[in-house]
């Protein structure tokens, strides 16, 4: 080898290698419909250099979905590390607004949201939708670790589907949840109506009394709660929450975030950094030295 390729492989190996755990923001939860799908979940190594550009990219969560008009709820936007990206979680769905698919699918009735594509995280749940208006119950959205629980009912007495749990990773150096989906709602009007949970990691809560269901816990991709009909009124469903991105490489180099990118890095602990990026728009870069 010539000796100025000599310095280079000195002053930038090639080779090395990095934990990453990308999630994109999760689905919006809908009125009178299912909640959303968590964002979807990649986790692996990724081979790098040093001195090179690498896109990073936060998805935002989902917006809710309209009350006056039925919207469905909004699909999460996707988070891009280099050539890895994780695709939003799907809005939550119902009566004639179908749910969407994404990372995790949104929760909806009849019919839920699928994981597309797969590998990221897990389907909705169904509802049910039958021909008595009152007796709505969505299901719960997907979560990165579980599927969204299905809607119940016994008559008057029902229940909204479970939002899916998330996965817990511990590339921080300790165990969190993240990727949860949105619970689903029943209608305010039954005689007992229960509402389904958020799952674990993020997701938030569906509503069977008036108010603004919670949305998905920002930089951690869950999914909106769905809201219902209480009181007289349609009630606000809640939009997804953010993703992030995590990377965890050699304690002997340091990142630059580029312009635009919002990220912390601890103290190194047990030969590593890892930096949490939870701000960055499409374009922005990171890179070692």
């Known amino acids: 080898m010539p000796i100025l390729g000599i310095i280079a492989s000195q002053n930038y190996p090639r080779g090395l290698t990095l934990d990453y755990l990308v999630i994109a923001g999760g689905g919006g939860g809908t009125t009178y419909g299912g909640g959303g799908g968590a964002g979807g979940y990649k986790t692996n190594a990724f081979t790098f250099a ?28 996707n988070a891009v590390f280099s050539t890895i990206t994780s695709t939003g979680g799907g809005g939550g769905g119902g009566g004639t607004q179908t749910a969407i698919d994404g990372g995790s699918g949104g929760g909806g009735y009849p019919t839920a949201g699928a994981a597309d594509p797969s590998g990221q995280g897990n389907a909705g749940g169904a509802g049910l939708d039958a021909s008595d208006l009152y007796y709505r119950y969505s299901g719960g959205g997907g979560g990165a670790g579980t599927a969204g629980g299905a809607g119940s009912s016994n008559g008057t007495v029902g229940a909204g589907g479970n939002g899916g749990n998330g996965l817990a990773s511990s590339i921080t150096g300790s165990s969190v949840t993240r990727a949860g989906g949105g619970g689903g709602m029943v209608d305010g009007r039954l005689t007992t109506p229960t509402a389904g949970t958020g ?53 002997t180099l340091t ?12 103290a190194a602990s047990g030969g590593f950094k890892v930096t949490t990026i939870t701000a960055a728009g499409t374009g922005n870069t990171v890179s070692w030295s």
């Open 50 to 77: 040093l001195a090179t550009n690498y896109t990073v990219t936060i998805g935002a969560g989902g917006t809710y979905g309209d009350p006056v008009t039925g919207g469905v709820g909004g699909k999460g936007n």
């Open 255 to 266: 990142i630059t975030l580029g312009a635009g990118v919002t990220g912390t890095t601890p």
């Open 199 to 251: 799952g674990t990691g993020g997701g938030g809560a569906g509503r069977v009394t008036a108010g603004t269901a919670p949305s998905g816990t920002i930089n951690l991709g869950g999914g909106g709660g769905a809201s219902t009909f209480a009181s007289g009124t349609y009630s606000d469903a809640g939009a997804g929450g953010s993703g992030l991105i995590i990377l965890r490489y050699p304690d």
